[in-house]
C-alpha cells in the first residue's frame, strides 16, 4: 500500500533533490541503525513524507553526514537526520509489519510472510515505545477486514453502514472514544466513523468513504508526533492522506481484485462511462482537503519540497497506471 506520496523530481531545484534525496537516505540509515536490514527493505516514499514534513513543521536540528551503505556500496551518499528520524523510522516498520501481514493472509505471499517474520521482534518493541500507536495499527487491521468480510457477504446497505460504524469505533482517535471529527465533502462521513450517515442511495459511495476513512484515521494517529496546537490540522492532513493512499492503491488493483474476486470499493463504478473521470475526481478532492490541512500549518523549511510532493508528486503514480491501462485497452 505504500509507494504513493513522492515528489516530482522534475519539479524540483536541484538543491532540493539533493534535500530531498538527504531526507530519504537518512530514514533508510536510521532503518539500518535501530532495526538492520529487515527495517532497512521497509524503506518508502510515504514515512519519508512524514520524516520531512514533521521535521520541517518543528523546525528540528538537522546533523548532516554521509556515507556508503549496503545499496550505495561504492559512492559515499549525503544524509540528513533529525529528532524525527527515530519516531518516523519506528513508524516505518510498524506499518510494514502490518502491510506485509496483510499480504499473507490475502495472497499467501512467501515472501511477504517472511519479512514480516524478520520483523517480528522490532515491531514488538516498537509496539512497547509506542503503545497508542500500535494499537490504532491492530485495530485498523481488524476494522478493515470487518469491511471486507460485510461486503464478501454481500449483506445489505444498511448491515454494511452499521458494520463499518463499529469497525470504526474501535480505531477512534481519541482517550475518550471523540478526539476529533474531519468532515468528507462527498459523503458527509466522519472522520471517527462514530456516526454513519443514513444514506441509502449509494453503498459504493460510502464504501470509498469508510473503507478510505479508516486508513486515514491511522494515518491521523501516525502524524501526531506530539500532541499540540497543530494537532487538529496534522488529523486532518493524515487523513487525508491516509485516504488517498487507500484508494490510490485500491485504484492501481481494479483488475487484480476483479480478476480473485476481492473487496475493492472502485469495482461498483466500473460499469460508469465517466469511471476515469470520476475516480480522478474522487482523488483530486481528497487531495484538495489534505492540501488544505497543510496551508494552515506556518511551515517554511522544505515547503517548496512538500508542496511539490501534494500538488504533483501524488500524481506520478496515477499517471503510471493510467498510461498502462491505456495502452492494455489499445491492444
Known amino acids: 500500500m505504500f509507494g504513493y506520496i513522492l515528489a516530482n523530481q522534475k519539479g524540483l531545484a536541484i538543491d ?3 534535500i530531498y534525496r538527504s531526507y530519504y537516505c537518512g530514514l533508510c540509515h ?13 524503506l518508502n516514499y510515504d514515512l519519508t513524507f512524514v520524516y520531512l514534513l514533521l521535521s520541517s513543521l518543528y523546525e528540528t536540528t538537522e546533523q548532516k553526514s554521509s556515507g556508503r551503505c549496503l545499496i550505495h556500496p561504492v559512492k559515499a551518499h549525503n544524509y540528513i537526520e533529525t529528532a524525527i528520524a527515530e519516531y518516523a523510522a519506528d513508524m516505518n516498520v510498524l506499518l510494514s509489519y502490518y ?6 493472509a490475502d495472497e499467501k505471499n512467501i515472501l511477504s510472510k517472511t519479512e514480516s517474520d524478520l520483523l517480528k521482534k522490532h515491531f514488538k518493541d516498537i509496539e512497547k515505545k509506542y503503545p ?3 494499537e490504532a495499527a491492530k485495530q485498523y487491521v481488524m476494522a478493515l477486514s470487518k469491511v471486507e468480510q460485510a461486503d464478501k457477504q454481500k449483506v445489505e446497505q444498511t448491515d454494511f453502514l452499521n458494520s463499518v ?3 470504526g469505533a474501535a480505531i477512534s482517535w481519541s482517550d475518550n472514544g471523540n478526539r476529533g471529527t474531519v ?7 466522519s472522520s471517527d466513523l462514530n456516526s454513519i450517515p443514513e444514506q441509502k442511495e449509494d453503498i459504493a459511495g460510502n464504501r470509498l468513504d469508510l473503507a478510505g476513512g ?7 494517529e501516525i502524524l501526531l508526533y506530539r500532541r499540540d496546537e497543530w494537532e487538529k490540522d496534522l488529523l486532518e492532513l493524515g487523513f487525508y492522506l491516509g485516504k488517498f493512499i487507500y484508494l490510490m492503491d485500491a485504484f492501481e488493483d481494479i483488475e487484480k481484485d476483479t480478476k480473485k474476486k476481492m473487496f475493492n470499493p472502485w469495482i461498483e463504478y466500473l460499469g460508469r462511462k465517466d469511471f476515469d473521470i470520476f475516480a480522478k475526481q474522487v482523488l483530486t478532492d481528497t487531495m484538495a482537503e489534505c492540501a488544505k490541512a497543510f496551508e494552515r500549518m ?6 517548496g519540497i512538500l508542496r511539490n510532493i501534494l500538488y504533483s508528486g501524488v500524481w506520478t503514480r496515477y499517471e503510471l497506471i493510467s498510461q498502462k491501462r491505456n495502452r492494455k485497452g489499445g491492444k
Do not use: F, R, S, V
Open 16 to 18: 532540493e533533490q539533493q
Open 30 to 42: 536510521t532503518l539500518a541503525k535501530n532495526h538492520g536490514l529487515p527495517g532497512q527493505i521497509t
Open 99 to 104: 502491510n506485509l501481514k496483510d499480504d499473507w
Open 132 to 134: 497508542k500507536q500500535a
Open 165 to 167: 460504524q463499529k469497525a
Open 183 to 189: 468532515k468528507n465533502n462527498d459523503h458527509n462521513t
Open 214 to 220: 479508516l486508513t486515514g484515521i491511522l494515518m491521523g
Open 298 to 303: 506556518p511551515i517554511l523549511e522544505n515547503a
